[in-house]
């Protein structure tokens, strides 16, 4: 049962403009939204995350607004430049107990691959 | 430089051949984790560790074994019985503190795994 969901699949957008990327989840428990950018043949790397008592948080050129009655989130990139074309994965994390301590695994949305046209 | 190093980048596995695929953290980072990456399929978290000596199964644990004897390695085995084992492998590591306090997951740059 997939958690997240996210889209579209891919996504073309020229050069200057707005990419907009959605996420929609179910699981109440989920407490930490990250985003990740994903160069081909690389890890993921964190580009910026948010909180469910935040509604919106912005980091240079990259967004995320997150509507908790909602369920859903979504990265909005400004000023799109061909250097931002990769993949990219919403993600939502839930914190759990475990015997000693507290572990936390993260669901990832199934991906978006951007590609800027210059 | 701190951060996360898994080897090798790329293997080759010949059919019934089991391989070991390394990680190893130098952020002292309680948890650990694995997922593989299949394109189309986002990431599948195969197995996670948040202490030495321990580790839980995944979604996707049939097929694979771990082990966590030091804190900052977490090697992952692919034995013959994964019957489709070509992928993308990732390691990650996290502090393990609470959400609250912002922490999340960190990657390293992957190692692929290819049946010949």
């Known amino acids: 049962q997939q958690q997240v969901k996210q889209s579209p699949q891919s996504l073309i957008v020229q050069k200057g403009g707005i990419s907009i990327i959605n996420c929609a989840y179910e699981?109440?428990?989920?407490?930490?939204f990250p985003w990740y950018q994903q160069f081909p043949g690389k890890g993921p790397a964190l580009l910026i995350a948010?909180?469910?008592?935040?509604s919106e948080k912005k980091e240079g050129r990259f967004t995320i607004s997150f509507n908790k009655s909602a369920k859903q989130f979504s990265l909005h990139i400004m000023d799109s430049q061909p250097g931002d074309s990769a993949t990219y994965f919403c993600?939502?994390?839930?914190?759990?107990?475990?015997?000693?301590?507290?572990?936390?695994?993260?669901?990832f949305g199934s991906g978006t691959q951007l590609t800027v046209l210059p | 430089d701190g951060g996360i190093t898994q080897s090798p980048k790329y293997l080759f596995r010949k059919e019934g051949q089991n391989v070991t695929l390394s990680c190893e953290q130098n952020?002292?980072?309680?948890?650990m984790y694995w997922y593989r990456q299949d394109p189309g399929q986002g990431l599948r978290l195969i197995y996670y560790?948040?202490?030495?000596?321990?580790?839980q199964k995944g979604d996707i644990a049939e097929g694979y074994s771990v082990s966590r004897e030091k804190k900052e390695s977490f090697p992952l085995t692919v034995t013959s019985a994964q019957k489709n084992p070509t992928a993308f492998y990732l390691c990650?590591?996290?502090?393990?503190?609470?959400?609250?306090?912002?922490?999340?997951?960190?990657f390293g740059e992957g190692s692929w795994l290819t049946v010949v």
């Open positions: 948010i909180r469910p008592d935040v």
């Open positions: 952020l002292n980072h309680d948890a």
């Open positions: 993600a939502a994390i839930a914190g759990r107990r475990l015997h000693s301590g507290s572990a936390r695994q993260l669901t």
């Open positions: 990650a590591s996290s502090p393990g503190h609470p959400v609250n306090s912002g922490n999340t997951i960190y």
């Open positions: 560790s948040q202490i030495v000596n321990d580790f």
């Open positions: 699981n109440t428990a989920f407490d930490y």
